[in-house]
């Protein structure tokens, strides 16, 4: 009886030192603008991106693990967009659609190594053509500098992984439209 008293004092114990899991933070997930995300007002991509679909994500269960919903997600990718002057919600010419496929997490550890797998597409709204698409897989890791508890690190790890990514996106779809147009062969 005693043991398992211990034992249930002890798992009680663990739990409240864990603490409970939270989804990631939308603004620990913008994009930062950088040399290599600067556009110019004669862009293609000067304002002319609107949020289409975003799925993958996933709601937090408090009593398991963070994640990231599409809501952040979302959130995440239009912010980061205004902040690079892509974003447009009335007047685009491109639609951004989003699908986060995975947030390979660990069950534990001290370091927190996440990787964000995502499909990303644009597609010119006149045309409804994809003109870019890309899968991203993009890790970050969180230590235990960054936080003593592991829910905290597990959420780090997700917000980095998640910032990355969108990060990724922008500077591919920044070199993209900087290349001249390949002219299509005419058969």
Not at 8 to 33: D, N, P, V, Y
Request: proline share 3%; glycine share 6%.
């Amino acid at each position: 009886m005693f043991k398992k008293t211990l034992l249930s004092i002890s798992i009680i114990f663990i739990l409240l030192i864990q603490g409970c899991a939270t989804g990631g933070k939308t603004g620990a997930m913008i994009s930062e603008l950088s040399e290599e995300t600067l556009i110019s007002s004669e862009s293609t991509l000067f304002n002319a991106l609107e949020i289409g679909v975003v799925s993958g994500g996933k709601a937090t269960n408090p009593a398991w693990a963070s994640n990231v919903s599409n809501e952040n997600f979302t959130e995440a990718l239009e912010s980061s967009l205004k902040l690079h002057s892509m974003f447009n919600s009335e007047n685009s010419s491109y639609v951004v659609n989003a699908d986060l496929k995975k947030l390979k997490q660990p069950f534990v550890g001290f370091d927190m190594k996440v990787t964000a797998y995502t499909d990303y597409e644009l597609i010119e709204k006149e045309s409804e053509k994809v003109v870019f698409s890309s899968e991203i897989i993009t890790p970050y890791t969180a230590t235990v500098g960054d936080a003593v508890l592991g829910v905290k690190r597990l959420r780090l790890a997700n917000e980095g992984a998640i910032k990355a990514n969108i990060t990724e996106f922008i500077k591919q779809l920044v070199h993209y439209f900087s290349e001249p147009p390949v002219p299509e062969s005419e058969d």
